[in-house]
T-cell receptor, first 111, second 108 residues
Framework: DAEITQSPRHKITETGRQVTLACHQTWNHNNMFWYRQDLGHGLRLIHYSYGVQDTNKGEVSDGYSVSRSNTEDLPLTLESAASSQTSVYFC??????????FGPGTRLTVL | AQSVTQLDSQVPVFEEAPVELRCNYSSSVSVYLFWYVQYPNQGLQLLLKYLSGSTLVESINGFEAEFNKSQTSFHLRKPSVHISDTAEYFCALNKLVFGAGTILRVKS
């Protein structure tokens, strides 16, 4: 069955370190999204991509970057982790106009 | 600019009572509206969506939502809730903007 996976599921890191969160989908969807979820804020869009080599900034993109070298993967990189980036991160994918499928989430703690 | 406002952060309700979770939106472009449900320690699952056509949309588990363009609303309703409906519900606009969420607590 097609699915969307995220790794790691839990990560603890120190401020200033570079961290990469992986997202892999086997739906062959063109659209992929990264969100962070914080209490009282719901989900906020970090970056999104509508296809290979396409990336776009979302509402809270500062301090994050993504690259899309193939259809299946959209890794999220925190260039220099900050305590304010402690959050739960969700990846999602969809076809244009189609249902969005979410991964299980990555809980990131920055100490 | 686009925005979504969920007017209630928590809604407590007794089992078998009706419930309405409110969602208002603002957008200068075409709107596609979604409701998602999130159970503890899980990702989001699509509950229902409005893309076009009939303004009343239904889910398979008894929820419904009505798109109201004049009031810029997309409220979620269920006539009789179950304990298992306890979860957090998110309204979303065009897949890019999410509301802050409403926690539905169903009490016995």
């Amino acid at each position: 069955d097609a699915e969307i996976t995220q790794s790691p599921r839990h990560k603890i890191t120190e401020t200033g370190r570079q961290v990469t969160l992986a997202c892999h989908q086997t739906w062959n969807h063109n659209n992929m999204f990264w969100y962070r979820q914080d209490l009282g804020h719901g989900l906020r869009l970090i970056h999104y991509s509508y296809g290979v080599q396409d990336t776009n900034k979302g509402e809270v993109s500062d301090g994050y970057s993504v690259s899309r070298s193939n259809t299946e993967d959209l890794p999220l990189t925190l260039e220099s982790a900050a305590s304010s980036q402690t959050s739960v991160y969700f990846c999602a994918s969809s076809e244009a106009g189609g249902t969005q499928f979410f991964g299980p989430g990555t809980r990131l703690t920055v100490l | 600019a686009q925005s979504v406002t969920q007017l209630d952060s928590q809604v407590p309700v007794f089992e078998e009572a009706p419930v309405e979770l409110r969602c208002n939106y603002s957008s200068s472009v075409s709107v596609y509206l979604f409701w998602y449900v999130q159970y503890p320690n899980q990702g989001l699952q699509l509950l229902l969506k409005y893309l076009s056509g009939s303004t009343l949309v239904e889910s398979i588990n008894g929820f419904e939502a009505e798109f109201n363009k004049s009031q810029t609303s997309f409220h979620l309703r269920k006539p009789s809730v179950h304990i298992s409906d306890t979860a957090e519900y998110f309204c979303a606009l065009n897949k890019l903007v999410f509301g802050a969420g409403t926690i539905l607590r169903v009490k016995s």
